[in-house]
C-alpha cells in the first residue's frame, strides 16, 4: 500500500483546510486509516481514524467538533476536514493506514504512512 497526502498549507486562526491522502496498491487489505501529526519538536500524536467501509471514525478530544474525517471508496482517497483552525494544530499531518483492528491511537498499529503534509495556522 501506498500513501499520498497533500493540502497543507499556511492558514490563519479561524480558518479551514483540507488534507487528502490517496492511497493505492493492496487497498482492500486496508481496515482502518488515520491521521497523525508532529508538531515542531514533539512527538508524533494521532488526531483522527475511520474504519474502511465508511465505518466508525475516532477523534482526538482537542479537535473534535472542528475536524472531520471521511472517505471517498471510489477514489481510494482519504480526507480531513479541518475546520477553526488553531495555532496549536501547526504540525506536519501524516496519513497512515492500518490492515488490522489494533489500537487507532498507536501510530505502531498502522503498518503504511504517507509522507507527510505541513499545516501552519498563523497569523
Known amino acids: 500500500v501506498q500513501l499520498q497526502a497533500f493540502g497543507g498549507g499556511l492558514v490563519q486562526p479561524g480558518g479551514s483546510l483540507r488534507l487528502s491522502c490517496a492511497a493505492s496498491?493492496?487497498?482492500?487489505?486496508?481496515?482502518?486509516m488515520g491521521w497523525f501529526r508532529q508538531p515542531p519538536g514533539g512527538e508524533r500524536d494521532f488526531v483522527a481514524a475511520?474504519?474502511?467501509?465508511?465505518?466508525?471514525?475516532y477523534y482526538l478530544d482537542s479537535v473534535k467538533g472542528r475536524f472531520t474525517i471521511s472517505e471517498d471508496n471510489a477514489k481510494n482517497t482519504v480526507y480531513l476536514q479541518m475546520n477553526n483552525l488553531k495555532p496549536e494544530d501547526t504540525a506536519i499531518y501524516y496519513c497512515?493506514?492500518?490492515?488490522?483492528?489494533?489500537?487507532?491511537?498507536?501510530?505502531?498499529?498502522?503498518?503504511?504512512w504517507g509522507q507527510g503534509t505541513l499545516v501552519t495556522v498563523s497569523s
Open positions: 475511520i474504519n474502511s467501509n465508511m465505518g466508525s471514525t
Open positions: 497512515a493506514a492500518a490492515t488490522y483492528n489494533g489500537k487507532y491511537v498507536r501510530s505502531t498499529s498502522y503498518a503504511y
Open positions: 496498491g493492496l487497498t482492500r487489505s486496508i481496515f482502518r
